[in-house]
């Protein structure tokens, strides 16, 4: 039930018993009777754990997504919203996790496209003033003269948000809003969040991230496969209540293990520079070294030369100059498929794009590297008994949400669950190099904490693991050293142990000096 008083004023937006079933897809409704309100001058939290429905709710309540039963009110008064144009008019604006600007438009034109005027009929000069004007008065600094294409990564978060104030709505519903973010320009998102609820918003907040809800929050509501599992002030609960509450068990804040014994390298990169102009590759010449049962973390904001540092360690990129070996074989120029039959597994950040193929059912994504292999086929004819059979223990090891392995094309699965099916498919034969570029995002507690354990087992056999993330969270939980890349250059590393968080935001946001790695 929602925190209500018969002596205050009705919530700005409330959903009252709302259900979504998606026919086909699972058998339980998405959202069961869902009761969730957000009040004028608060910020609201929506927490869970992956498949909840937080994301859902959120698209309904915008208008996003047609409900299946129940009510959308505001202020009080039931309202049938068909598109999120619909949600505009009555005061209510999403910005979704992923960004959707027009790179080659500047921030005024991406602004303008969502107008309703036709054929760019405002004057650019006005809207450009008014960005501004928002811009001073919620502390989000930005050009509305700037393309988006020369933007940081929080600059272009800036600019969604700046999107739906120009409607000026009464309701922001913002969908994981950090992950593109650096820990400094997250603090100052909380920031600019309270101003907008001191101004008379009601702000709902989707995060995964336990320090972020007790940063921002006035009251959270916890998910829990589609049903709400009450409402709390902020005030009257603990991190460590609110996270038994919420997926059952803690995410520890570092994972002990054994020193690494071995001092062989698995992976080398020797003034490693990828194919390309400069203005392509951000990549300055790069030498890492990665021991046998070692984890190495790299932090840093999206587009610092992380995506082109993995394309070279998995085929997926030419090199121009340098050279990349692997378990002692010089790999350069070799094709993916040369990588994965090396025991390269990649597990990539665009999970939908390359991890899986779409439209393929979810038994076919999961033995797509391994079909060619006993037990799955033999000369050259498969065996479908043996993929099931593999399918299930994937599924049930990982604890997918799957509705059926062979009729249920991948496309509909949740990004958590499509994630849970790429680390079994890439971890169960314990490959001797793992590249993991955001292993755990969209997973929640428990999926954290199993992938964690996982990647320490696979460390202890031996296993060779990059992993890449934004989350500095994750790299300081996980990696043995850990290297910041900025505009290309590689920081570090440091000790994982001995890091000090500070440092590496710095690092990440370009505030600091930091020795470039030799």
Not at 481 to 506: H, K, S, T, W, Y
Request: charged fraction near 25%; proline fraction near 5%.
């Amino acid at each position: 039930m929602t925190d209500t008083r018969a002596d205050e004023k009705p919530p700005l937006l409330a959903a009252c018993a709302i259900t979504k079933g998606f026919p086909g897809v699972w058998e339980h409704l998405i959202l069961d009777h869902i009761d969730f309100d957000v009040r004028a001058g608060e910020v609201h939290t929506l927490l869970g754990e992956n498949g909840a429905g937080k994301t859902v709710i959120a698209n309904i309540l915008s208008g996003y997504y047609a409900k299946t039963g129940g009510d959308v009110r505001v202020n009080g008064e039931v309202v049938n919203l068909t598109s999120p144009r619909d949600g505009l008019a009555h005061g209510i604006a999403m910005v979704h996790q992923e960004l959707m600007l027009v790179p080659a438009f500047t921030v005024a034109q991406n602004v303008m496209v969502g107008l309703d005027a036709p054929a760019f009929s405002f004057e650019i000069q006005a809207v450009q003033d008014k960005l501004a004007a928002l811009s001073t008065r919620y502390g989000l600094q930005v050009d509305p003269r700037a393309r988006v294409e020369n933007l940081s990564a929080g600059e272009q978060q800036r600019v969604e948000i700046l999107k739906v104030l120009y409607h000026e709505p009464k309701v922001l519903l913002l969908d994981e809003p950090t992950s593109l973010l650096t820990p400094g320009e997250a603090d100052h998102l909380f920031i600019v969040l309270r101003a907008m609820a001191d101004d008379g918003k009601g702000v709902v907040f989707i995060t995964h991230k336990m320090r972020e809800v007790f940063a921002v929050s006035d009251r959270v509501t916890v998910l829990k496969l589609g049903k709400t599992q009450g409402t709390q002030r902020i005030s009257e609960t603990t991190v460590e209540a609110l996270t038994r509450k919420t997926f059952g068990e803690l995410v520890p804040d570092y994972m002990p293990r054994p020193p690494t014994r071995s001092s062989e390298n698995a992976v080398v990169l020797d003034n490693v520079v990828p194919a390309g102009s400069a203005e392509q590759s951000p990549l300055a010449p790069i030498n890492l070294a990665i021991r046998k049962g070692e984890i190495f973390g790299i932090a840093g904001v999206a587009g610092n030369g992380q995506s082109e540092l993995i394309a070279c360690l998995t085929g997926l990129k030419a090199i121009e100059r340098g050279a990349v070996r692997i378990l002692g074989k010089d790999m350069t120029g070799q094709s993916p498929r040369a990588f994965i039959e090396l025991g390269v597994a990649h597990i990539p950040e665009q999970r939908r794009e390359i991890g899986i193929v779409e439209p393929m059912f979810v038994a076919e994504n999961v033995v797509l590297k391994d079909y060619r292999t006993a037990p799955f086929s033999k000369r050259g004819v498969l065996n479908p008994r043996e993929i099931t059979r593999h399918t299930k223990d994937i599924v049930s090891k990982f604890n997918a949400l799957v509705p059926d392995l062979w009729t249920t094309e991948s496309r509909i699965l949740s990004g958590g669950n499509i994630q849970r099916l790429i680390l079994g498919r890439e971890t169960w034969r314990s490959p001797p190099v793992i590249v993991a570029s955001h292993p755990t995002e969209g997973l929640d507690a428990r999926a954290i904490r199993h992938t964690w354990e996982l990647f320490l087992e696979l460390r202890a056999s031996g296993s060779a693991i990059l992993v890449v993330s934004e989350d500095l969270d994750e790299i300081m939980s996980l990696a043995d050293r850990i290297g910041v890349l900025f505009q290309g250059q590689l920081m570090g590393p440091v000790d994982g142990q001995n890091a000090d968080r500070e440092q590496l935001g710095r690092w990440m946001a370009g505030s600091d000096e930091a020795h470039v790695a030799a």
